[in-house]
């Protein structure tokens, strides 16, 4: 195990690689993203009766459009801010 340490290490070593963390943006510092989701689960559920959906629902798009907007995939920020959370 300590062989494949050492070679990583050097291997690191020998690239330059740098390591950038950003904690902000990680999974397990972003209770407010949480808390969208959650949000986000139960207007589903008081939307749709309990139903769940399947992967192809949730990545689809409606064939016939009532708005002229492009485009856009929903995010969470979109139920619970309205708009597009960007940093």
Not at 8 to 23: C, E, G, V
Not at 62 to 85: A, K, Q, V, Y
Request: net charge positive; charged share 25%.
């Amino acid at each position: 195990m300590f062989e494949n340490y050492n070679h990583i290490q050097r291997t690191i070593l020998a690239h330059r690689i740098k390591w950038k963390f950003i904690t902000d943006r990680a999974l397990w510092c972003g209770g407010c993203w949480e808390r969208l989701i959650r949000t986000v689960k139960s207007m589903s559920m008081k939307q749709k009766q309990y139903r769940q959906y399947c992967q192809s629902e949730l990545s689809s798009t409606n064939i016939h459009r009532r708005e002229t907007r492009p485009e856009s995939m929903l995010s969470p920020s979109h139920f619970f801010i309205g708009r597009i959370h960007s940093t």
